[in-house]
């Protein structure tokens, strides 16, 4: 079944805690959270000290570093209770394989990212050092964006790529994700979706999950 992300991004900040309380009791499977740091993408968002409040619910931390030198920080967002972290390779760059190992060391388990118009050949060389990939279906940066469509195709490849290299990481889509966009992306390929506005904007929070739960899914 499909993995549901929502992200803390487009949550009511002034009313955090009831929000998140609003993602546990969804059904949810982890909280997405997006952290930037004004120069890997233009925004500034939350750090770690957040996260370790943040990661006191009952539901793992699935932490989206945009920020530039990501090997810098990610031991203290493993100790402020992040399950997952993924890296962009745009931002880890040379260092992107120690990134991914030093995230296993903190004992998270390690994610890539790649943005829209980065290949996924980019990544090719780092698919036994990952737990999980992240395909970036906007340019990262905000919430809200519409889904870019050349970026499907994108998750179709990776997971051809990780079925030749006889690895299985969780594939995960970031970045316009809802009712309309959902079945596209898993047909393709995705078993975690990320929903920040969509989820943060339905009705019924529960009913949001089960319906992108049951999106069909690739074979
Ligand atoms: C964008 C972030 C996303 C964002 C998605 O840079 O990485 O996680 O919250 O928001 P929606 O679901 O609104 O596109
Ligand atoms: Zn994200």
Known sequence: MIKVAPSMLAADYMHLDSEIDKVVASGADVLHYDVMDGTFV?????????????????????????????????????????????????????????????????????????????????????LNEVDLILIMTVEPGKGGQKLIPFTVDKVRQVREMCRKAGVNPVIEVDGGVNLETAHLVTEAGAQMLVAGSAFFKAQDPAEFVKALKAMPQAE
């Open 42 to 126: 233009p925004g500034i968002t939350f750090g770690q000290g957040i996260l370790k409040m943040v990661a006191k619910k009952p539901i793992p931390m699935d932490v989206h570093l945009m920020i530039a030198n990501p090997i810098k920080h990610v031991r203290e967002f493993a100790e402020a209770g992040a399950k997952y972290i993924t890296v962009h390779q745009e931002a880890a760059n040379f260092e992107l394989r120690d990134t991914l190992r030093a995230i296993r060391e903190a004992g998270c388990l390690a994610g890539v990212s790649v943005k829209p118009f980065t290949s996924v050949d980019a990544i090719a060389d780092v």
